[in-house]
C-alpha cells in the first residue's frame, strides 16, 4: 500500500550551518542535540557544492535530502530513503520561491531573520506534521500574507489607534457569535 509523502524536517541554515528556521515532523531526531547534529553533519556535507541555481539531491544516513542555496541562505527538505525526490524538491522549491515571494527577492540571512514569522508560517503552510499540503509558492506567499492583513499584524506594526479598532473588532466579532 502507497502511503502519502512525508516529509521529516524542513531546515533554513545561514552559509555557517547555524539555524535560521527549521521544522521537524518525525521523531527520528528525538531531542535538541540529535536535530543540531543532524543539521550540522548535513550542512558539512553539503556545503562544498554548488546548490545555487539547480536543487541537489545527497543520500546521508538513510535520509534523501534535497538543497539549494541563495545568497548566504541554506534550504533543506528531508525525508525517508524511500521517498520521491521529485516531490521532495518540489517541496523545497515551493519553499525556496514563496520566501524569495515574501521577503521581495531580498532572500538574505538579516532579511529572512527580520521576517522569521513569515517564514514560520511559510513552513506551516506547506507541510503539517510531514504531510505535504501545499507546494505552490504564490498560494503559500498568498495564504501566508493573508495571516499578516486579516487584523494580526503585529501589535508594533500598528499604530495604537489602529491596534485598538482592531481589538474593538475582535471583541464585536466574538459578542455576535
Not at 19 to 31: E, G, L, M, N, Q
Not at 55 to 75: G, N, P, R
Request: with cysteine; aromatic share 8%.
Amino acid at each position: 500500500m502507497e502511503s502519502c509523502p512525508s516529509i521529516k524536517n524542513i531546515l533554513l541554515l545561514d552559509s555557517e550551518g547555524k539555524r535560521v528556521a527549521v521544522k521537524y515532523f518525525s521523531d527520528d531526531w528525538p531531542t535538541l542535540t540529535a536535530k543540531s547534529a543532524f543539521e550540522k553533519s548535513v550542512f558539512t556535507k553539503t556545503q562544498k557544492t554548488n546548490a545555487r541555481t539547480e536543487a541537489e539531491i545527497v543520500m546521508f544516513d538513510s535520509y534523501i535530502v534535497v538543497y539549494k542555496f541563495i545568497q548566504d541562505l541554506h534550504f533543506f527538505v528531508t525525508g525517508g530513503d524511500d521517498e520521491n525526490e521529485l516531490i521532495l524538491a518540489t517541496v523545497l522549491q515551493g519553499f525556496f520561491d514563496a520566501v524569495g515571494l515574501l521577503l521581495r527577492s531580498n532572500v538574505d540571512k538579516t532579511t529572512a531573520l527580520e521576517n522569521l514569522d513569515l517564514i514560520l508560517l511559510c513552513l506551516d503552510e506547506i507541510v503539517d506534521g510531514g504531510i505535504v499540503l501545499e507546494t505552490d509558492a504564490s498560494i503559500i506567499a498568498g495564504k501566508v500574507a493573508m495571516h499578516g492583513t486579516d487584523g494580526s499584524a503585529s501589535l508594533s506594526e500598528q499604530t495604537i489607534t489602529q491596534a485598538l479598532a482592531t481589538a474593538r473588532e475582535h471583541l464585536a466579532r466574538s459578542l455576535l457569535k
